[in-house]
């Protein structure tokens, strides 16, 4: 037996025979190429991965990086466009609008795992149709069955059933949901609707296996903490409100960067940048939640992090007149700046004792307070002027906007005072005002638990101070506000909402009185309102739709049911390490679409004749 000296003797010299190239190829991994890593921040906690039930900006970056839907969003096109995802097309769209055939992509895989025994499993239409009918589900009360609520044949049918039962019954056919093969399905609506492939973009409809379900779900059915996809990423570390990390999905179809450049000029340095790298080609997502904005500035700034959202509060620390600061620029730091298709609002319960209601003197109170709300300085203190006054419910770059709309909740804190004494709301010696029936006047006003949050509520505060009406302030942690909220608990808040889809419908239907529980945040039911919301979905994108959604929006006002505010700058920040990075306005993230260049080889500008 030879000794181990020896035994090494002899595998050097065995070594040495070998062509150079086969010892670098059985050489340990140092010689493997470097795990690509991006890092990124949320500045708020996460409330967990179900596709069904997760309804905040921040688990949806992580719900469309694990899931697929059948369409999605060209990386480039502005204003954007709808593509094919899961799907081999765009559907084939009967001439009425009202039968879809959409072709599934072969060979889609979901992760293994041990719902398939360990093994991956091939996605099919079957899927969709399972994860479409779970919206519906009442144990799991999603709050996104609006998107299908009245426009599939059939499907509201079976919810119907479900609710009384308190179950759904999931092997039940549904008339407008036929499957003709595992990988082709149709769809009949019950009215024509030619934005339907936005629907299926959104993150809601992304398919999730039954199996998955049934072995991980919840008492609800619901699969938060188990994210199985087929999407670019995997789950691979999670420490709730602290830490993500998600890995490349090695078995995702092959996918090669192909995006041809639009208008804006640096789209060629992107193009030039990404043009045939592998989708993705970054191999690692490390996320890490930072609630406080300067724990957040400070891991941009030393290095820390790739790419940074930065809020209006932190905007002069890194922009000059909305564009980046020059000490930045030296450095090679990016900037991809956008007014972000969302509007930030003011609502009051509609069915609190104290705000709700449609009696003349609980509409004084809402108008008066609407009036006595000074938006534009709210803009220049909280957010630093990164943001944009709206008067209308549809904010630019989505359909339907009108930049021409007045509304008639103007600021003005004298007619407010006015028209609180007009209907009794009398005030005591005190100063503070009492109800019409002489009980106290009091105001809770919720907010998020950082310095943001705090902001807020003392820009309130002083409206309400101006009014001689008390306010309080109930600080909460930003998953709690959505529970309560969806419940009709909360009295009064600020909201904000980004587009799911860039048409106005997606925001019109934030006051539509069956959205109650879902996204109609303010219990508002007005039954004109709904009538005309409903007559809207009817119709394609058009003159006629426009003016009934100026009726809407007026109804609104006249109500009191909530106050528009604006639409906020999006500043994002890229290190100079960063390939192919630009905000989208619809996509939650583009994780999927950047580069990492490790190498630290600076790209060469953009040369004039691109520019022009």
């Known amino acids: 037996m030879k000794s181990p000296w020896m035994r090494r003797v002899a595998l050097l010299a065995c070594l040495a025979t070998l062509p150079l190239a086969a010892v670098a190829a059985d050489a340990p991994s140092a010689a493997a190429a470097p795990v690509k ?22 688990s949806n970056h992580i719900t469309q990086a694990v899931f697929d839907t059948l369409y999605t969003y060209d990386y480039l096109a502005r204003p954007v466009k709808v593509v094919p995802g899961a799907a081999a097309a765009m ?22 795992d041990a719902a398939f025994g360990g093994k ?20 799991l009360a999603s709050p996104h069955s609006w998107l299908f609520e009245g426009k ?29 093969d595992p990988y082709t399905l149709r769809i009949t609506l019950t009215k024509t609707d030619f934005n339907f492939p936005m629907i299926l973009a959104y993150v809601p409809t992304a398919a999730v296996a039954r199996e998955v379900v049934d072995k991980y779900g919840d008492v609800k059915g619901e699969v ?39 208008d804006d000029p640096d789209d060629q340095r992107i193009v030039r940048q990404m043009q045939g790298k592998r989708i993705p080609a970054i191999d690692r997502i490390e996320i890490s939640v930072m609630i406080e904005d300067q724990s957040r500035w400070l891991s941009f700034q030393s ?31 990016q900037l991809s700046r956008l007014l972000d298709p969302e509007i930030s609002y003011y609502y009051w319960n509609m069915e609190d004792p104290t705000l709700g209601g449609f009696s003349k003197e609980k509409i004084a109170l809402r108008r008066a307070i609407a009036m006595a709300h000074n938006i534009d300085e709210e803009i220049r203190i909280i957010w630093n002027g990164q943001a944009k006054r709206l008067d209308y419910p549809i904010p630019p770059g989505v359909v339907g906007y009108d930049p021409h709309y007045k509304s008639l909740l103007q600021y003005d804190p004298v ?17 503070w005002r009492t109800l019409p029936d002489g009980k106290p006047l009091l105001i809770r006003y919720a907010s998020r638990n950082e310095a943001n949050g705090v902001l807020q509520a003392e820009m309130w505060r002083k409206t309400y101070n101006s009014l001689g009406i008390r306010m309080e302030n109930d600080r909460m942690i930003f998953s709690d506000i959505l529970k309560t909220e969806k419940q009709c608990k909360m009295q009064t808040r600020t909201a904000p909402w980004l587009a799911d889809y860039p048409d106005g419908d997606n925001f019109m239907q934030l006051f539509y009185g069956p959205n109650t529980h879902q996204n109609n945040n303010g219990c508002y039911q007005d039954p004109e309102y709904d009538k005309w919301y409903a007559a809207s979905q009817a119709m394609p994108a058009s003159p006629e739709r426009d003016e009934l959604f100026h009726k809407m929006a007026r109804r609104l006002e006249v109500n009191a049911g909530a106050l528009i505010g604006y639409a906020r700058y999006r500043n994002m920040l890229a290190q100079k390490s960063v390939q192919g990075y630009k905000k989208h306005p619809i996509l939650f993230q583009e994780w999927a679409y950047m580069d990492i260049d490790s190498t630290g080889t600076p790209v060469a500008p953009v040369a004039d004749s691109a520019k022009k």
């Not at 087929?230 to 090669?256: A, C, D």
């Open 37 to 58: 890593t991006l890092r990124y921040i949320l500045p708020a906690a996460e409330t967990g991965f179900d596709p069904a039930t997760a309804r905040d900006l921040y």
């Open 91 to 112: 559907p084939e769209v009967s001439a009425d609008g009202k039968t879809y055939t959409i072709r599934l992509k072969k060979g889609i895989l979901f992760t293994p």
């Open 120 to 139: 991956g499993r091939e996605l099919t239409m079957a899927d969709y149709v399972y994860s479409w009918k779970r919206l519906f589900d009442p144990r």
């Open 152 to 180: 599939v044949v059939g499907l509201d049918d079976l919810a119907k059933e479900a609710a009384k039962a308190n179950k759904l019954d999931f092997n039940k056919k549904v008339a407008g949901l036929e499957i003709l």
């Open 224 to 262: 938060g903490s188990n994210p199985v996809g087929t999407g670019y990423y995997t789950l691979g570390e999670w420490t709730r409100g602290n830490r993500i990390v998600l890995n490349r999905n090695p078995q995702h179809l092959p996918e090669t960067w192909n995006f041809m450049a639009g």
């Open 303 to 333: 290095g820390g992090t790739d790419v940074f959202w930065l809020d209006g509060p932190l905007a002069p620390k890194a922009l000059l007149n909305g564009k980046l600061r020059p000490e930045l620029a030296e450095k090679g730091v």
């Open 415 to 431: 007619l407010a005072n006015k028209l609180l004494d007009k209907f009794g709301y009398k005030k005591g010696a005190d100063g």
